[in-house]
């Protein structure tokens, strides 16, 4: 297991995430996973002993139940605060009062307090702000993230689902009044969808952002379970929660290569899948979800995956984005001015 800086700060987190969507199934989160506390405990024991130290929650996840469960999953195996980095997320409705959801200063406070007495801790690592809040100025949302980690409640800051130029504007306004500026940036990126390589990546390439992929096996869709013959696995979520969109005549030709390298390697199609997101530009660690140990560890083995430069152009080639305006005109304009390599 490799360990990377989290963005520009001294921090090293794994490069792969245990995440905790599967912890709990309460409400709306019953159809990505129902695991007791008994399995949580084991998964979380099994990324520990394999050496991810970095592990991803929101409070939203099982209505509160997964920040729960991690909380007593951590006090039950003995794992100090100290030999983890725990990130967690708020944004979503918490309840049914009006303020309840979003990102003012006001739930901002609220959520932090109700996410450290789930998971029993002192402090959150690194606090994501799970998606945008259309009526919130990000001037407001930026102070109550400053509050709360100058409060100590709150170490390091991350964003999660925002466009890229609403990444800068916010990092922009915390430099201006010297508040804690964003550190990492949580977003869809799989082989099936590199959409983020259009304006994020850039984006954290430019400004030593962390990416941090979720969601990396397109919600089980690369898992090597499904294909043009087999369009229902029987036993994966997609079956009955079809999410993150995919174009899936486009994914079918990609799960044909996962396929064909996986098994020159005698691995899965999710390890491959995972293999190559591993070493693309500005990932920093992929989170990783499981509701059975066979499956977590079959993706940790991914870390040690090596494709060829070969099966790479393969991938890279298959799963290629189509160009879009303005990216395909600055290429054009490119030409003449960039150093020959």
Known sequence: MKYNQLGKTGVLVSELCLGTMTFGGKGYWKSIGELPQDEVNKLTKTAIDSGINFIDTANA????????????????????????????????RMGSGANQVGLSRLHIADSVDDS???????????????????????????????????????????????PAWMVAKANGIAEKMGWTKFVAMQNYYSIASRDVERELVPLALSEGLAIMPWSPLAGGFLSGKF????????????????????????????????LQVGSAHKVSAAQVA?????????????????KKQEQMLDNIAATKLELTPDETQQLDSISALTPEYP???????????LPKE
């Open 116 to 162: 450290l007495k789930r998971l029993n801790l002192s402090h959150i690592d690194l606090l994501y702000i799970h998606s945008v809040d259309p009526i919130t100025p990000l001037e407001e949302t930026m102070r109550g993230l400053e509050d709360v980690v100058r409060s100590g409640k709150v170490r390091y800051l991350g964003i999660s689902n925002h």
């Open 274 to 290: 995972l293999a190559y997101i591993l070493k693309k530009p500005a990932v920093t660690s992929i989170i990783i979800g499981a």
């Open 327 to 337: 990216g395909w005109m600055l290429e054009r304009q490119a030409q003449g001015r």
């Open 61 to 92: 996840y099982s209505e509160g139940l997964s920040e729960s469960m991690l909380g007593n999953a951590l006090g039950s195996l003995g794992i100090s605060s100290q030999q983890v980095v725990i990130a967690t997320k708020l944004r979503l």
């Open 227 to 258: 294909t043009r013959n087999n369009e229902v696995a029987g036993d994966s979520r997609r079956d009955t929660f079809d999410f993150p969109p995919v174009n899936k005549e486009k994914a079918y030709d990609i799960i044909d290569v996962l």
